[in-house]
């Protein structure tokens, strides 16, 4: 007999069901429930509240910048010893921040002012203390 050389059947078979597995694998770890992409996207919205939270303790710091400096152009009223903070105040405040902040409202209610942004996430304020609202 000739000693033939060359790929049999069954080398051929078991190359393709590795190759599938690989294959089922890697789809599995690109698209997955902890995968990449979802991982990538839970990235993505953790950036954009930091940010808008970031633009939002800016603009307080500004607030109080300009207050100590006896500056009063930016809507801030001092009651009872408290230093409080108005939504148009924040919001004017923002806009000198972040001009592209995309702001959507800046509203108020008994204790905290909500910031919305044009990216459906909202930065709760309080309104006495300046602090964000978790």
Known sequence: MRN??????????ITIIVLLI??????????????????ANQAGTATNTAS???????AISNILTEYYAGNSTLNITNTTGE???????????????????????VTS???????KFSDNQEVKVNSTTGAIVK
């Open 4 to 13: 033939q050389r060359g790929i049999t059947l069954i080398a051929l078979v």
């Open 22 to 39: 690989l294959a089922g694998v890697s789809i599995a770890m690109l698209t997955g429930q902890n995968g990449i992409l979802t991982r």
């Open 52 to 58: 808008n939270e970031e633009i939002v303790k800016l």
């Open 83 to 105: 230093l409080r903070i108005t939504p148009d105040g924040l919001e004017e405040a923002i806009r000198q921040v972040s001009p592209d902040a995309a702001l959507t409202s």
């Open 109 to 115: 209610d008994s204790t905290n002012i909500v910031v």
